[in-house]
C-alpha cells in the first residue's frame, strides 16, 4: 500500500541555518503531497501542498518539489528562525475518488536555537 | 470563521468503560476524517465520511470503535470496552471536496485509559 518515509528526528539547527527534511513516498498513482507542522500545544496546520509532479509548494519561505522520478518532497528552509521549531509531517493523498484520506510519515522534530 | 472543534479536549477513563468523542467540522464541510495519533507517531486513518455515510472505515482497529455522523454535519466516534491500547491523540479533520485537498485539522482529544 501507499506509504511516506521521512527523515528521523530530532534535528537541532541554530537561528538562520538551512533546514532539509527528507521525505519520500510509494504510491500506486499520482498522490498529492503535504507537509504539515505541529506547533508545540497547537493542533495539525497545513503548511504547503502540491498535487502534481514538478510542482513547488511554499510558504512561510519553506518549500518542496514534487519529484516524481525520485518519488520525493524535501522539505527546505533557506534560514531557519527559532519560531520555526515544531514537528514536521510529511503526508500523501490519493487523488483516485473523493476520499482523500492522509498516509502519514512519522513526523520529524525540529528544535531550533537563538 | 470557526475551526474543527473537538470536545472534549481530553478524557481519562479505566479500561472496560465506553467513551464518545465529539467532533464539529468547518460549516459546510461535506467530508470528515477520523484519525488516531500515538505518541511519536504520524496520524493513522481510522474513518471517512462523505456527508451523512461512513463511505470508508477500513481504518478502525477492530469492531469496539464505531463512529457516526447523522446529520451530515457533528460526528461522535465511540469506543467500547476500552482498552489500554486505545490511550491516543483522535484527530478529526474536515474538507470540501470541490476545492481540493486540503484538510483542516481539529486540536484532538487526548484519551488516556487507565
Known amino acids: 500500500g501507499d506509504s511516506v518515509t521521512q527523515m528521523e528526528g530530532p534535528v537541532t539547527l541554530s537561528e538562520e541555518a538551512f533546514l532539509t527534511i527528507n521525505c519520500t513516498y510509494t504510491a500506486t498513482g499520482y498522490p498529492s503531497l503535504f507537509w504539515y507542522v505541529q506547533y508545540p500545544g497547537e493542533g495539525l496546520q497545513l503548511l504547503l501542498k502540491?498535487?502534481?509532479a514538478d510542482d513547488k509548494g511554499s510558504n512561510k519561505g519553506f518549500e518542496a518539489t514534487y519529484r516524481k522520478e525520485t518519488t520525493s518532497f524535501h522539505l527546505e528552509k533557506g534560514s531557519v528562525q527559532v519560531s520555526d521549531s515544531a514537528v514536521y509531517f510529511c503526508a500523501l493523498s490519493d487523488k483516485a475518488g473523493n476520499n482523500r484520506k492522509l498516509i502519514w510519515g512519522l513526523g520529524t522534530s525540529l528544535a531550533v536555537n537563538p | 470563521g470557526a475551526g474543527v472543534s473537538q470536545t472534549p479536549s481530553n478524557k481519562v477513563t479505566e479500561k472496560g468503560k465506553y467513551v464518545e468523542l465529539r467532533c464539529d467540522p468547518i460549516?459546510?464541510?461535506?467530508?470528515l476524517y477520523w484519525y488516531r495519533q500515538s505518541l511519536g507517531q504520524g496520524p493513522e486513518f481510522l474513518i471517512y465520511?462523505?456527508?451523512?455515510?461512513?463511505?470508508?472505515d477500513s481504518g478502525l482497529p477492530n469492531d469496539r470503535f464505531f463512529a457516526v455522523r447523522p446529520e451530515g454535519s457533528v460526528s461522535t466516534l465511540k469506543i467500547q470496552r476500552t482498552e489500554r491500547g486505545d490511550s491516543a491523540v483522535y484527530l478529526c479533520?474536515?474538507?470540501?471536496?470541490?476545492?481540493?485537498?486540503?484538510?483542516?485539522f481539529g486540536p484532538g482529544t487526548r484519551l488516556t485509559v487507565l
Open positions: 465520511f462523505q456527508g451523512t455515510g461512513a463511505a470508508d
Open positions: 460549516s459546510g464541510h461535506t467530508a
Open positions: 479533520a474536515s474538507s470540501l471536496i470541490m476545492q481540493g485537498d486540503e484538510q483542516f
Open positions: 502540491a498535487t502534481k
